[in-house]
């Protein structure tokens, strides 16, 4: 009989080393500033502080193909000390280049929720309008909410008769403290997604 719980550890025990040998020329760098950690994720999962290991995670962010190594670096830069560095661009280029590895795209855009800045606004703006990239977006909306460009207002305005992206278009504009869209805002306190409602409803609250 076919042990099927067998096999399926072998496979993940199999995955495993792949990705530790992925990782190793980074953990190389790493310890030799002080990380001395069995992972990447170690760096966040530790809480540790890692402002250090920064230029080291962003010179290997184009340079690792793995996907699992990749995304635990993406992870890694998701923190606001990723800001003012070369993360937002770099990010913007591995976005696009994650078409076929959705999850992944998703994490990118979570990391860029948090530091993108107006350096990359043209880009989040050309990514967020081209519909291939799907439910990718939607956190690369919430970015919008860190712009201080005059621009993003119309811009999340304008996002909003996009139903897939209106939620976080809302969610952006209570950042900003947008007065100049409270009347299209209060038309989603009817939504059919109550979490949109609740977003409208606290969108209206911030002035």
């Not at 190389?28 to 990380?35: M, R, T």
């Not at 076929?100 to 990359?120: R, T």
Request: proline share 4%.
């Amino acid at each position: 009989m076919i042990n099927h719980g067998s096999i399926k550890e072998e496979k993940k025990q199999q995955i495993i080393a792949v990705n530790k040998v992925a990782s190793k020329p980074i953990l190389v760098e790493l310890s030799q500033i002080g990380f001395d950690i069995e992972w990447i994720s170690d760096l966040y999962n530790k809480r540790m502080d890692y402002k250090r290991a920064i230029p080291i995670l962003l010179k290997w962010l184009p340079r690792t193909e793995n996907p699992a190594v990749k995304e635990s670096i993406v992870r890694a830069l998701s923190v606001p000390w990723a800001k003012q560095t070369e993360a937002p661009k770099l990010l913007v280029n591995e976005f696009k280049k994650q078409v076929s590895n959705p999850g992944l795209q998703w994490a990118i855009g979570n990391a860029l929720s948090i530091v993108a800045d107006d350096n990359v606004l043209n880009d989040i703006i050309e990514l967020i309008r081209d519909k291939t990239y799907g439910k990718s977006r939607e956190l690369l909306v919430l970015s919008l909410g860190h712009m201080r460009a005059s621009a993003v207002e119309d811009i999340l305005i304008e996002l909003l008769s996009d139903e897939d992206l209106a939620g976080y278009a809302i969610m952006a504009l209570g950042k900003v403290k947008s007065k100049k869209a409270r009347p299209e805002i209060e038309h989603y306190l009817t939504h059919p997604k109550s979490w949109v409602r609740k977003e409208a409803k606290k969108a209206l609250k911030k002035d």
